[in-house]
């Protein structure tokens, strides 16, 4: 079973609208975290957002807000008053705890497929 | 404002040959990855490291080899390259194992 599953392969906004990009996850572990993180076509990988499994409130950051529905175990990412320089691959990623045989314990961090996003002007 | 520093950018080697991608940081992480990245996927843990001199295996680390002698450098080396290690590599670290990882610009290699 996919750990994280991003559904919407790519996307697509008008400049100045909201979009919404979906992730749902699937743990055992009752203290996990989830992460956004945007590559644009230069390649690198930038943190966008973070959520905790204990957190209240949904996180928000600038523009970028998750919409944590823990019960439905999905994570969205909600880009408001999307720009140009939005468009890029956006993929979503949940920490677990996890110790492998005879290794330490680490966080480990299971990526989805990504989102790419396109933003029309 | 270095951040995690990778280097090269863009490597093209020969199958059979060695190379050591280099990584560091100057944000005192104990943590530290290496991920790769194939066309159109997610990223894979290779190795991570929870501080210097301890490494550990991800899901994908055959064919790599891994050192932790700082808390600084975290290389990745490729023994006897092959084809299939075409892909971009990524390394992260991280303060903490939940805190967000934060990544290089990569490394494309390719393997002909």
Not at chain 1, 11 to 38: H, I, N, R
Not at chain 2, 14 to 36: A, P, V
Request: proline share 5%; charged share 15%; with cysteine.
């Amino acid at each position: 079973a996919q750990k994280i599953t991003q559904t919407q392969p790519g996307m697509f906004v008008q400049e100045k609208e909201a979009v919404t990009l979906d992730c749902t996850y699937d743990t055992s572990d009752p203290s996990y975290g989830l992460f956004w993180y945007k590559q644009p076509s230069s390649g690198e990988m930038i943190f966008l957002i973070y959520q905790g499994s204990y957190d209240q409130q949904n996180a928000t950051e600038g523009r970028y807000s998750l919409n944590f529905q823990k019960a439905r175990k999905s994570a969205n990412l909600v880009i408001s008053a999307s720009q140009l320089g939005d468009s890029a691959m956006y993929f979503c990623a949940m920490r677990e705890r996890f110790r492998p045989a005879g290794g330490t314990s680490y966080g480990k961090l299971t990526f989805g497929q990504g989102t790419i996003l396109t933003v029309h002007p | 404002n270095a951040g995690v520093t990778q280097t090269p950018k863009f490597r093209i080697l020969k199958i059979g040959q060695s190379m050591t991608l280099q990584c560091t940081q100057d944000m005192n992480h104990n943590y530290m990855y290496w991920y790769r990245q194939d066309p159109g996927m997610g990223l894979k843990l290779i190795y991570y490291s929870v501080g210097a001199g301890i490494t550990d295996k991800g899901e994908v680390p055959n064919g790599y080899n891994v050192s932790r002698s700082t808390t600084e450098d975290f290389p990745l080396r490729l023994e006897l390259a092959a084809p299939s290690q075409t892909s971009v590599y990524f390394c992260a670290s991280s303060l903490s194992s939940n805190q967000p990882q934060h990544f290089g610009d990569g490394t494309r290699l390719s393997i002909l």
